[in-house]
């Protein structure tokens, strides 16, 4: 049986007491680090619900100040200026008006999926926590074909998590 928190999408197995003690802190100053190399995000529409539910119980805002792209064509609440709305084509997003703006566009949630399938992805970054969960959102939807990866780089973290970076090798290049 799921559990309802895999359910409901929730994400609080993140939080682990596990402890890796040959490796690097995952504290505030180093994911601080990392979100400074992110231009602009884009998302699907439930991605970007379940941060306005995190902001509502007073999390904040993940995604700071910068760029956020939401794939939808509901009307959904818009809380900020840099939140934007996109119901096109997401091959002309991504290719015609991000990549010519933005150097590190980050792509979250089922968005992924589209983004691998469509040869838009240069890099997956899979973070392996020390919990498995029975059940929940898949993290990359059907694919039609095997998408084919390169290990760039590896980190194990204190808490136990495991980060992994694949480039995603271009077919056409």
Request: hydrophobic letters at 40%; a negative charge.
């Amino acid at each position: 049986m799921a559990s309802s928190r895999a359910r409901t999408g929730t994400v609080d197995w993140l939080e682990t007491k596990d402890e890796f003690a040959h490796a690097v802190s995952f504290d505030a100053a180093f994911a601080e680090a990392f979100l400074n190399t992110i231009d602009c995000y884009v998302m699907g529409s439930r991605t970007y619900e379940t941060a306005l539910n995190f902001e509502a119980k007073g999390f904040g805002w993940v995604y700071g100040d910068k760029s956020t792209f939401v794939l939808s064509s509901r009307n959904l609440p818009r809380t900020r200026d840099n939140v934007h709305f996109y119901s096109g084509n997401l091959v002309e997003l991504v290719n015609h008006q991000l990549r010519p703006r933005f150097r590190s566009i980050w792509v979250a949630g089922a968005v992924a999926s589209e983004c691998l399938r469509l040869g838009l992805a240069d890099e997956v970054r899979y973070s392996i926590v020390p919990i498995l969960i029975g059940d929940g959102i898949p993290f990359f939807g059907k694919l039609d074909q095997d998408v084919a990866l390169h290990l760039a780089e590896v980190k194990g973290y204190k808490n136990g998590m495991v980060e992994l970076c694949y480039d995603v090798p271009r077919a056409h290049s």
